[in-house]
């Protein structure tokens, strides 16, 4: 189509976000395996988060699709999945969230420490329609749970989504805290994480999702994918705070995919030397 040559002139500087908006074509289907599309054609062709996953793995279910790397920006090769291997793992964790008593709309934070697993969540709340809120796991439980509890009750959440790393982090500061307030000559209290938000760790289910048949991976992203739109909600991004307390910005699907074509708008121009404004 002329606007997937369009977009991918490094010559044109038009702000991808308005074009985007213009040029979108009706609700996809997965297509004959004999039509390959590449990357532009499948976020223009797609409306939802959803729908992206679900044309990636149709096409493209063996190729990279997330990689995790240390410290060092060296890349760890056991910790890189293809895209089958994320779908399966979406759809999983999609499955679960729904089971667990979640809905469509229900919002969530999601509490990690580095890993590709919360590639995974994030991925599989904007799937299933649950509202994901990432935020900074607390470590330092006397400044960041007060922190953590008013952005909970901000956004309404109603479950605390994280893994059992962290769960263990927890419980050792929260022992280390214990330990050091009964030895320490200023008593000062523990603050108290929210009240009624229930946590969930997704280890076990994750591990149990892998290894699933493309065909049927495939029928649940269609699945999902019918039950959202463009204009639903997919996740809630933190500002920076630098201007007072962090707030919860909306970001629907729509919004979303527009700054990923954006992003690959960017990269193509920055490799054919252009420089891109703002």
Request: net charge positive.
């Amino acid at each position: 189509p002329t606007h997937v040559r369009y977009l991918t002139d490094p010559g044109s500087i038009t702000p991808i976000v308005t074009l985007y908006r213009h040029l979108r074509p009706p609700p996809i289907t997965v297509k004959p395996k004999s039509e390959v599309y590449d990357a532009i054609s499948i976020y223009m062709e797609s409306h939802t988060m959803a729908e992206v996953l679900l044309m990636n793995v149709a096409y493209f279910p063996y190729r990279p699709h997330v990689s995790f790397v240390d410290g060092h920006g060296r890349e760890q090769p056991s910790k890189r999945l293809s895209t089958l291997d994320v779908a399966c793992g979406v759809v999983g964790v999609a499955d679960w969230l729904l089971k667990s008593g979640l809905q469509k709309g229900d919002r969530v934070v999601l509490v990690f420490l580095p890993c590709v697993e919360y590639v995974i969540v994030w991925y599989a709340c904007i799937v299933a329609g649950i509202i994901p809120l990432p935020v900074p796991p607390p470590l330092r439980l006397a400044a960041d749970i007060p922190i953590f509890s008013s952005l909970v009750e901000a956004v309404g959440a109603t479950h605390a989504i994280s893994h059992n790393d962290y769960k263990k982090i927890s419980l050792l500061l929260a022992t280390k805290k214990k330990v050091s307030t009964l030895f320490s000559r200023e008593k000062s209290s523990t603050p108290q994480w929210p009240s009624g938000l229930t946590w969930l760790y997704v280890d076990d289910v994750i591990g149990s999702s892998r290894k699933k048949k493309k065909d049927v991976v495939i029928e649940k992203l269609r699945n999902f994918s019918s039950k959202l739109t463009g204009n639903d909600l997919a996740y809630l991004q933190l500002t920076s705070g630098t201007t007072g307390s962090p707030k919860a910005v909306m970001v629907t699907n729509e919004r979303l995919l527009n700054n990923m074509l954006f992003a690959i708008h960017m990269e193509f121009a920055s490799s054919c030397g252009y420089t891109m404004c703002q």
